[in-house]
């Protein structure tokens, strides 16, 4: 996030003076790295919890339609970058592979039927297949059909127009770009203080982590891009749009393999349904994972909890965060969120025999000792307060700027990095409205579909989907 935002007012303000300080001694080790998440391109083609079935039992695709478009934003930028030489080689963190979205059982088939229809006739989702033939889907991905009963009712969709983002390699090419354009990258810095600096400005206190050297910057405009650790460092600010808010820390773990002979054979991103009261980045999906060049797969996640905000945290985060404003609303998640808390209860008593048995739902065939477990990211869902529900558990991102515009922050987790361009663009919006007017023309030639939306004129979703996959090297 803080990348991007970095980029983009580089490309409109050359001559600011644009100063990143981050508290690990590289960029990307936390949630942007590629083993911390699924890598997935979120477009909503394979995801089912962005299109829910409701009472009537039609199928709700406005989530679905909505995450697309911002991915659509994310890949315009991408492309104009990839134009400008700031992302010289697309391939080094974007790769060509198809999504899938696979269930079991009469009902889910049903439900995934209804989806099908609602969504394939939908400009973004141009080019959806649905089978409920296992000859069609092991074609579409083998791994997932030998060894299945064959009176078990299944049914797939496939979409060749997916990718799978090393969202790791992304952040350093952005993070370079800027350097090379003349921005300062400060490692091992830990933010300790943000204090108001006069009517239009912070100063921010902070502590190299090597030798413990004080080091005060002041600055007009500051971003926090702190992940999970976002929500203490508001905090810290004082402002008092950050009233209400707290967050609750979600864990995880993957299972890998890396054995050529295993991985040949896949080639998709697989989603499946979330079990009851799972959060949204806890449903379950077999991914191809392209980090480094060299391919692998990942099972997951499987969802636990710990108090940190972030993997590298403290286990004093969660209680360290707790004020007397957000109290009473945590307090409430907690008692709504009953379903939730038994899930996760459940997930971290789950043996490794669990784990492997939740695998085989996928893959039939699967061996454990193929697979070895891989810590994931730590993500933080958001707690605000609602003036009618009270406190609610929010699953989305969230972006927290005070009234002046001069702070701004990102809470929240999912679908997160694969929306970072329309996130980045909206902080521009509340923090710079002065500026947007100016900025509008470059803003245009950064997105072109900027001022509107892709799927309101189907020819412009068309040649939009066509020039972005031409030049970022995605399958249409």
């Not at 059909?145 to 127009?161: E, L, N, V, Y």
């Not at 061996?367 to 810590?375: A, I, P, S, V």
Request: hydrophobic share 40%; charged share 20%.
């Amino acid at each position: 996030m803080s990348a991007t935002l970095g980029t983009m007012l580089q490309q409109l303000e050359p001559d600011w003076d644009i100063r990143i300080y981050e508290r690990l001694g590289d960029v990307a080790r936390e949630s942007s790295n590629p083993w911390n998440n699924a890598g997935t391109g979120h477009a909503a083609l394979c995801e089912l919890n962005y299109t829910p079935q409701l009472p009537d039992g039609s199928i709700d695709i406005s989530k679905a339609v909505a995450v697309n478009e911002q991915f659509q934003v994310s890949r315009q930028f991408w492309s104009y970058l990839v134009a400008e030489g700031r992302l010289p080689d697309p391939s080094a963190f974007l790769a060509s592979t198809p999504h899938m979205s696979m269930v079991w059982g009469r009902d889910n088939v049903d439900y995934l039927r209804k989806r099908f229809e609602a969504l394939k006739d939908h400009p973004l989702f141009a080019g959806l297949e649905y089978s409920e033939d296992p000859a069609v889907i092991r074609r579409w991905a083998p791994l997932t059909i030998p060894g299945r009963s064959k009176t078990q009712p299944i049914a797939a969709t496939w979409i060749a127009a997916g990718t799978d983002v090393d969202f790791g390699a992304l952040t350093r090419m952005l993070i370079d770009g800027l350097v090379d354009g003349g921005a300062q990258l400060n490692l091992e810095h830990r933010v300790t203080s943000i204090s108001r600096a006069g009517e239009r400005g912070w100063r921010l206190g902070l502590r190299h982590e090597v030798g413990g050297t004080p080091v005060e910057v002041t600055a007009k405009f500051v971003f926090v891009g702190a992940g999970g650790h976002a929500l203490p460092l508001l905090q810290k600010s004082g402002i008092k749009e950050i009233r209400g808010f707290g967050g609750f820390p979600v864990s995880g773990q993957w299972l890998r393999t890396d054995k050529p002979e295993i991985v040949a054979q896949h080639r998709a991103k697989v989603y499946g349904k979330a079990s009851v009261g799972a959060p949204p980045m806890s449903v379950p999906h077999l991914d191809t994972r392209v980090v480094d060049g060299e391919t692998s797969l990942l099972f997951g996640p499987y969802a636990g909890f710990t108090p940190k905000f972030l993997k590298t945290g403290s286990w004093f985060d969660l209680f360290g965060s707790i004020r007397w404003h957000n109290l009473v609303p945590m307090l409430q998640v907690a008692l709504r969120n009953l379903d939730l808390l038994k899930y996760l209860i459940g997930e971290l008593l789950a043996s490794r025999s669990d784990k492997e048995k939740a695998l085989r739902d996928f893959y039939p065939n699967a061996r454990g000792e193929d697979w070895y477990e891989l810590t994931a990211g730590q993500r933080v869902q958001i707690i605000k307060q609602d003036p009618v529900k009270g406190g609610v558990l929010q699953f989305g991102t969230e972006v927290v700027a005070s009234a002046d515009g001069t702070i701004a922050g990102l809470l929240g987790a999912s679908p997160g990095a694969s929306t970072a361009a329309p996130i980045m663009l909206d902080v521009l919006e509340r923090c710079f409205p002065d500026r947007i007017d100016e900025w509008r023309p470059q803003l245009q030639r950064m997105v072109p579909s900027y001022g509107t939306t892709v799927s309101s004129d189907p020819e412009l979703a068309k040649r939009l989907l066509t020039e972005t996959a031409a030049s970022l090297a995605i399958a249409r």
